[in-house]
């Protein structure tokens, strides 16, 4: 079968690019990326042609193509079941799967006032009420996994889907200074330490300079 390629936008700005490369970094998926760059009207037509809803990330993998990021990872856990993608136990999994869910319908208001930007750093940024809610049950989203699976990741030892999904969030807080306690600090430091991350941030700083309707949720 010919190598599993992800189609994503920016690595500066795409938050959804990024939950979907890290999981498939996470599964250990010997894959390629295509970049479609974010601001390019004649890419559109061939968007439509790998992802149903012309939105990114999307994955092809032989006849197979899997769009929106949850179903991605939900797919990667099926053809790498050993890659601990998603908890063991069904306790956990099941409340894996629900913290993962969470994050793909919710938190508007977060995601609208501080859109993922890797590159900038916006010291003592003042956080409207509505988002301060959604930063509130994010953290205490982390607490409870935190405390139940020991860390340091969300569901214990090993880096799993939610880790990815709440990955831009981490990049997010670091961003807008957003004030933290000391496990939530801690937890984004390991998060900003995975490999994988590292790989991706650098790459988004080697992006081109900001592009203005970007600044804006994506
Ligand atoms: N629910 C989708 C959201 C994906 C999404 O919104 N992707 C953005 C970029 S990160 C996108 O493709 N936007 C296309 C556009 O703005 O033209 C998912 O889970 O993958």
Request: charged share 20%; with cysteine.
């Amino acid at each position: 079968m010919a190598k599993p390629v992800l189609t994503i936008s920016s690595k500066n700005y795409g938050a959804w690019s990024l939950r979907g490369w890290l999981m498939c970094k996470l599964a250990g998926l010997d894959f390629s990326e295509a970049i479609i760059p974010p601001d390019d009207p004649a890419m559109k037509a061939e968007m439509l042609l790998l992802s149903s809803s012309m939105l990114v990330p999307s994955l092809q993998h032989g006849g197979i193509k899997v769009w929106d990021t949850l179903a991605i990872g939900e797919y990667l856990n099926e053809i790498k079941p050993k890659a601990g993608l998603l908890p063991s136990d069904a306790k956990a999994r099941a409340h894996c799967r629900a913290i993962c869910g969470e994050m793909h319908s919710g938190f508007a208001s977060m995601r609208g006032a501080l859109p993922m930007n890797i590159k900038a750093h916006f010291k003592g940024f003042k956080i409207w009420s509505r988002a301060q809610t959604d930063i509130d049950r994010v953290i205490a989203i982390w607490h409870e996994c935190l405390k139940s699976y020991g860390g340091p990741y969300l569901f214990g030892k090993q880096p799993c889907i939610a880790d990815a999904m709440y990955a831009p969030v981490v990049t997010r807080f670091l961003s807008y200074d957003v004030p933290l306690d000391s496990a939530c600090t801690a937890y984004c430091k390991r998060v900003m330490e995975l490999p994988a991350m590292k790989e991706w941030v650098a790459a988004a700083k080697q992006e081109p300079d900001e592009i203005d309707e970007l600044d804006a949720e994506f």
